[in-house]
């Protein structure tokens, strides 16, 4: 959760094609954008979530920084991944210093990793009771301890002080679930029922579904943006580049008849390029 008592701070997201800073405003539970920046990230500097090359990435989020006067150095950041593994587990209904050794325990039977070497934490979802009494729904994330490592020395480079490391999936949903609470309509609130939200990324994409705004699901599919420019490049025979830009101006998911439809547009061959990349996902 983010610290109330800090007014502005820096939202740092880094993905592998761009980066997104944001100076936000805290005032109570809303939070407002107050300057935004999203740059190109230097090519072949993040891979999988590892940032290749800190000293490179660091000047680009300093110029950044700069640019658009975002003078804030208190920063929470957002990392993304197919190294970062989630699970949800039901705990005895515990107080917190208890839970915790419990977890650190449970963590071992639920990870088919080495421990020592990731980053463990959790978040209790809900309170559920049943025939054994109250217990917790909790969601466990690990992280390799590298890329943690990594994102502080970064946000030391950048003259940033880091109060909280977040994973793209958690994120996502707290950002859902306040513009669900804080929705002008009220039927939005009444009927929210379950709500998928897609995160996708230049190389990846992040799968989380609410309940009632209860987080119930996250997975991180290897498939991104930059799969669809390259179904559309194959299937329209043009460059990566050419398929970008079509992508951005004509993306769409078009409903017509497969076996009638003539294959004579761009639109339709867009749309069947997103069609088969979904498919796969």
Known sequence: MVNLFVPKLIALEIG??????????????????????????????????????????????????????????????TISGTSIITR??????????ELQKMIKMESVQHFPINIDNYVLDYKVLEEIKNEKGSQYRVLLVAVPTVIVEEYME?????????????????????????????????????????????DIGCKTTTVSILSEGIFQFNRILPY??????????????ISYEEADELKIKKAAIVHYDYETAPDISE???????????????
């Open 154 to 198: 970064l946000a030391d480079a950048c003259g940033l002080n880091v109060l909280s490391i977040d994973f793209a999936g958690n994120s996502m949903v707290k950002f859902m679930k306040n513009e669900i609470m804080y929705s002008s309509n009220k039927n939005d609130r009444e009927n929210e029922g379950a709500v998928a939200v897609l």
């Open 16 to 77: 592998s094609c761009n980066t997104k800073i944001a100076q936000v405003k805290v005032s109570g539970e809303k939070i407002y954008v107050d300057r935004f920046a999203m740059i190109p990230t230097p090519p072949e500097i993040v891979d999988d979530g590892r940032i290749l090359d800190i000293s490179v990435m660091a000047e680009h989020i300093k110029k950044a920084l700069r640019d658009k006067k975002m003078r804030k150095k208190n920063t929470v950041i």
């Open 267 to 281: 639109l339709i061959t867009v749309s069947r390029s997103i069609r088969a990349v979904l498919i796969n996902m």
């Open 88 to 97: 949800e587990i039901i705990m005895p209904k515990a107080k917190t210093k």
């Open 224 to 237: 991104g943006s930059q799969d669809f420019t390259n179904m559309i490049a194959n299937n329209l025979k």
